[in-house]
């Protein structure tokens, strides 16, 4: 049997390259950048007023003061979206609004709350041809926007692999960028198979039972940044498999399938794969549960065939696929996160088997602790529903004891509803 982490690189290094393609802006969100990308221009192109008031040269305002103002003349009035009609003189000033382009020989702005209208009739705007008391000095390029002040022309302002944030979306906007190259969702395959199962919709007989993990695991794929395309079941027949296996094989990037990959005269995976000449990279796991797992290569396509037991089959994805799914989308955020944690109660080892045992987490006195919860077996999923994570139990005779530290892959979203409470917790100690 494969070690983990070995199985883990052999998946990751069997997924083909993503396809970029173009999306528009607003759709852009979440995706994954194809390439880098360069400013294309100067952001802002021009030195833009970054306050309401007056533009200045900072020489004719070198000496101003409440006490003493330097008395300007206003030859013009320049509100965002408008052109400066003539350059600044000498002993002049220019009415300008947030984001107005500054006149040319203005290199500094006066904030309007630090003039005055010579003339109170004025008050609050200084009409054109009419006097404003400066009654404050300011620098070179006070108050100004420069050309480039948030991106030089050339500048790299996104990376091949960044997470598209809303951040982001505003700097490409601000760039001119509304056609955004980004990795295409790759298109996964998911295969029920067992002559056993019914559709949701259907109320099982007896000996039936309903098709729930090909969904789950469709989940799974789509929160890692794949698009699932859920089949229907396949009933136990090797030959159907191989059709089917056949045809999906050439339009995914993926091929999952889920169940018949036991040791039972019905486990037929395996075998079709094998007929179309399959090469097969791992045919069980040192994992519980989870051994039952199969991962192929045929015509340079990935298949891995997980249990058809649904709690199986997720213990599987999650230690095994996640990881090397998420590096292979971008979607790095959905990976599960190591934490160390104090055991709450004792977990029997599994002699040569890593053990991934469900858990709650919870914070105490600074430190994780993970209770394990009820129903382990790789037939139940209202315990992996509730789960935080996967408490890791090493391979063993023994038993791990309560008070006993261990790793915990917790899912990340634990750590968003911690953060919160410790921010609200820091926030009422600075009170
Ligand atoms: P298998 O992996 O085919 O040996 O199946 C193991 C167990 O999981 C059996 O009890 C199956 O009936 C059940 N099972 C197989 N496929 C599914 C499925 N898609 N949804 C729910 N249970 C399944
Ligand atoms: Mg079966």
């Known amino acids: 049997?494969?070690?983990?982490?070995?199985?883990?690189?052999?998946?990751?290094?069997?997924?083909?390259?993503?396809?970029?393609?173009?999306?528009?802006?607003?759709?852009?969100?979440?995706?994954?950048?194809?390439?880098?990308?360069?400013?294309?221009?100067?952001?802002?192109?021009?030195?833009?007023?970054?306050?309401?008031?007056?533009?200045?040269?900072?020489?004719?305002?070198?000496?101003?003061?409440?006490?003493?103002?330097?008395?300007?003349?206003?030859?013009?009035?320049?509100?965002?979206?408008?052109?400066?009609?003539?350059?600044?003189?000498?002993?002049?000033?220019?009415?300008?609004?947030?984001?107005?382009p500054l006149p040319e020989g203005a290199d500094a702005v006066v904030r309007v709350e630090d003039t005055k209208p010579v003339n109170p009739d004025d008050s609050p705007f200084v009409p054109v041809g009419g006097k404003v008391a400066i009654l404050t000095s300011v620098p070179k390029g006070k108050n100004v926007s420069p050309v480039g002040e948030d991106v030089r022309k050339g500048e790299l302002v996104a990376c091949k692999g960044q997470k598209v944030t809303p951040a982001l979306i505003g700097l490409l906007a601000s760039c001119g960028f509304w056609h955004v190259p980004v990795f295409a969702y790759p298109k996964a395959a998911v295969n029920p198979t067992g002559s056993e199962l019914v559709p949701v919709t259907e109320k099982p007989s007896v000996g039936q039972i309903r098709n729930s993990t090909a969904w789950a695991i469709a989940a799974a794929l789509k929160e890692c940044g794949v698009e699932p395309f859920t089949f229907e079941p396949v009933p136990d027949d090797v030959e159907k498999l191989a059709q089917l296996f056949r045809e999906v094989a050439s339009d995914f990037d993926l091929v999952l399938t889920c169940g018949g990959v036991s040791f039972g005269q019905c486990d037929l995976v395996k075998e079709a794969w094998k007929r179309l000449g399959a090469k097969v990279l791992f045919a069980n796991l040192p994992l519980r549960p989870g051994k039952a797992a199969l991962a192929v290569v045929w015509q340079g396509k990935l298949a891995v065939g997980l249990s058809g037991n649904p709690a199986a089959a997720l213990t599987t994805f999650d230690l095994i696929l996640r990881p090397a799914i998420c590096d292979w989308t971008g979607n790095r955020q959905n990976k599960l996160i190591p934490l160390t944690a104090e055991l709450s109660t004792p977990v029997a080892q599994a002699n040569g088997f890593l053990k991934a045992v469900r858990v709650k987490l919870e914070q105490r006195d600074g430190k994780w602790l993970a209770h394990p919860l009820k129903g382990q077996l790789s037939t139940v999923l209202s315990s992996l529903a509730q789960a935080d994570g996967y408490a890791l139990i090493l391979p063993g005779n023994g038993e791990t004891k309560a008070g006993e530290t261990v790793t915990v892959l917790a899912r990340s979203s634990i750590l968003a509803s911690d953060s919160m409470k410790l921010d609200g917790e820091n926030l009422q100690a600075r009170r």
């Open 1 to 100: 049997m494969k070690g983990l982490t070995e199985v883990e690189q052999l998946v990751k290094s069997h997924l083909p390259p993503l396809r970029p393609e173009k999306v528009t802006l607003p759709n852009a969100l979440g995706r994954v950048i194809a390439e880098d990308l360069f400013a294309p221009e100067d952001v802002p192109p021009y030195p833009r007023s970054a306050m309401d008031g007056y533009a200045v040269k900072a020489e004719d305002v070198a000496f101003a003061s409440r006490t003493s103002p330097a008395i300007l003349t206003v030859v013009d009035c320049v509100h965002a979206g408008d052109v400066p009609l003539r350059p600044l003189g000498e002993g002049e000033a220019v009415a300008v609004a947030t984001g107005a």
